[in-house]
Nanobody, 126 residues
Framework: QVQLVESGGGLVLAGGSLRLSCAAS????????MAWFRQVPGKVREFLVG???????YYADSVKSRFTISRDNAKNTVYLQMNSLRPGDTAVYYC????????????????????WGQGTQVTVSA
């Protein structure tokens, strides 16, 4: 029904930057809340940042000063700008879409999102 495809991951030196993209198809993008998560082996999938239909944004404390989410509804795409990257940021990064929650709610839980991309690997070397 709804497909999400991440791109833009890769290998970067500590202190560098990357911009991830998530392209959506098969639905009405402007009606979704969107978010980025990340996961490393043996750990839970971690919420990073979300953006609602109204463009309200909310961040995990760990990335608030370094990562920025944005959306372009005309392109059905959400972005994650990552600056000042650290080796601890190494993970698979996932985008997610919420199609059912009130726009006044700010979901941070994995189970609250309806659709997921396949993930893109980000590796930060020291």
């Amino acid at each position: 029904q709804v497909q999400l495809v991440e791109s833009g991951g890769g290998l970067v030196l500590a202190g560098g930057s990357l911009r991830l993209s998530c392209a959506a198809s098969g639905g009405t993008f402007s009606s979704y809340g969107m978010a980025w998560f990340r996961q490393v082996p043996g750990k839970v999938r971690e919420f990073l940042v979300g953006i609602r239909r109204s463009r309200i944004t909310y961040y995990a404390d760990s990335v608030k000063s370094r990562f920025t989410i944005s959306r372009d509804n005309a392109k059905n795409t959400v972005y994650l700008q990552m600056n000042s990257l650290r080796p601890g940021d190494t993970a698979v990064y996932y985008c997610a879409a919420d199609s059912h929650l009130s726009d006044n709610y700010l979901p941070r839980g994995r189970a609250e999102y309806d659709y997921w991309g396949q993930g893109t690997q980000v590796t930060v070397s020291a």
